[in-house]
């Protein structure tokens, strides 16, 4: 559950052992602290309005070389999650939190610092207490949707985050080889969520489960709701359907879905050994919070789609709908399972998953359908391109292209980036730029991923140097004449048949 900092992963291996060490050898290289303990439980009240009460709570020790008379937390985010009543607790004493130092809010927006009283000497223990909760939150898509009878919390954004010390090989704080938590809600709820099921409990007309989370796990999530299942089949890879009505015909759906399933395991390796089957869930609180188009209608989860009620309107047989829930199934390798850093955000957390729906395409129908997804993609490229014509810095290169940059740029990067992976197969076989994309998801699921890590990993399956490659599509502007030539070519000969 930790991130760290991305590296070649030739050096995977040999970065792992020097991160485990940093934090967890019998003698501190930098200041920090440990996790000992770590428990959580989630709450959900139907309101109105509804709401969800979250409380952590912490054992930390420092385990660095020097006292410390602060720690820094990273929080929900007011607005997007609707954050409200924010109650921090150390020893048992409620202590203020404060913002941090202006140099550090830009890149450290959502963090608090909490100073202690007392210098916090070393080998010393301290038992931290946050509590806050969500309504109304302005996301609802892929963070986040709330809603009188389903709720759900993607993997990523509700946790606090303990930061490591601001100072030279600082660690991440250590996390305890396994942590608890709960989620309460009401009794006739569906639930989905990360860990083991270690025991539930009725109380009333609420349910408590409890679940278990090793080290190694990625981030918890939950999905839940007052949902009728209607399941595909009894077998492991079958298909779930959670909506909120039961479903009519939805067997074109099930095979469409399970070969894009099937797919994307075969070309990028299994998915968390815990996530047995895709999962497509109704959630009719769906909208996106600003132009974030991907979670307007379909947002993604670990193994699974949540989609809208205008969504599942276009019925199960639209392509539309289809190929959405594809993107989503994707994210699950190239968004959840990797971690990108911030400057290969774009790239590879958007980028990687469309590019992933180009192979699910392609097996799906054949090289046509290939061809005709690519040619699709170079119309979306030309379209953002006008479209952010009259804005001042039309077009970023991808590698320097920010999720928070304006939307025109982004859709630009983001579809050059799909076809920079399509660019790669074409030079260098599809079954080898696969191959390597699966060793990253193998190697360096649930870390913080770069292009230096994809690019060494591509180089190891292809046994070629991509630095011109990575560099003409990556750090320069525009579309590879000789890319566009190959495929707008062909479509136009094509289409004069």
Request: aromatic share 10%; net charge neutral; proline share 8%.
């Amino acid at each position: 559950m930790n991130r760290i900092a991305p590296r070649p992963i030739a050096a995977a291996l040999l970065g792992l052992s020097l991160i485990f060490c940093t934090s967890n050898c019998g003698v501190p290289l930098a200041p920090g602290y440990r996790i000992l303990k770590e428990s959580r439980e989630v709450h959900f009240l139907p309101g109105p309005p509804p709401e969800l009460q979250v409380r952590s709570v912490y054992t930390l020790q420092n385990f660095g070389t020097t006292s410390l008379s602060f720690i820094d937390i990273t929080f929900p985010d007011e607005k997007l999650y609707g954050r409200k009543n924010l109650h921090v607790e150390l020893d048992g004493h409620e202590i203020t939190p404060s913002k941090l130092p202006e140099e550090y809010q830009q890149e450290s927006p959502n963090a608090l610092r909490l100073a202690f009283d007392i210098p916090w000497e070393r080998k010393q223990s301290h038992n931290l207490t946050i509590e806050y909760s969500f309504g109304s939150p302005a996301d609802r898509g892929s963070r986040i949707t709330l809603g009188a009878d389903n709720f759900h919390l993607g993997p990523r954004g509700w946790i606090p985050l303990p930061q490591p010390p601001k100072r030279v090989l600082a660690p991440y704080p250590a996390r305890p080889p396994k942590m608890f938590y709960t989620v309460r809600m009401p009794e006739n709820f569906l639930i989905l969520a990360r860990g083991r099921l270690a025991g539930r409990k009725k109380d009333g007309g609420e349910i408590e489960y409890r679940f278990e989370m090793r080290t190694g796990d990625l981030a918890p999530y939950i999905v839940a709701g007052r949902y009728v299942d209607s399941s595909s089949g009894r077998q492991p890879s079958s298909i779930s359907f959670w909506t909120m009505q039961p479903l009519k015909d939805d067997s074109a759906a099930v095979l469409r879905i399970s070969a894009a399933w099937s797919t994307l395991q075969t070309d990028f390796g299994p998915l968390d050994k815990n996530i047995a089957q895709p999962r497509v869930v109704e959630s009719p609180e769906l909208r996106a919070h600003g132009d974030d188009e991907d979670s307007k209608t379909v947002a993604s989860f670990p193994g699974g789609a949540l989609v809208s009620e205008d969504a599942l309107a276009l019925g199960l047989q639209s392509d539309e709908l289809l190929q959405k829930i594809s993107y989503a199934l994707a994210y699950s390798w190239f968004g959840d399972q990797l971690y990108p850093s911030t400057n290969s955000a774009v790239g590879l957390s958007k980028g990687l998953p469309d590019y992933a729906t180009v192979v699910v395409d392609e097996a799906h129908g054949g090289e046509p359908a290939r061809r005709k997804r690519i040619i699709e993609f170079l119309e979306e490229y030309d379209e953002a391109v006008k479209q952010a014509a009259a804005t001042p810095n039309p077009e970023k290169p991808v590698i320097s292209t920010m999720l928070y940059d304006p939307i025109e740029q982004r859709r630009i990067a983001r579809t050059k980036a799909a076809l920079f992976f399509i660019a790669l197969e074409d030079a260098y076989g599809e079954a080898l730029v696969r191959q390597g994309l699966k060793q990253v998801v193998a190697i360096l699921g649930g870390q913080e991923v770069g292009y230096d890590d994809v690019r060494s990993a591509l180089e190891q399956s292809t046994g070629k140097n991509l630095a011109e490659p990575f560099r003409t599509w990556l750090y320069n502007k525009g579309m590879p004449q000789d890319f566009r030539s190959r495929y707008q070519t062909a479509a136009a000969a094509s289409n004069s048949k």
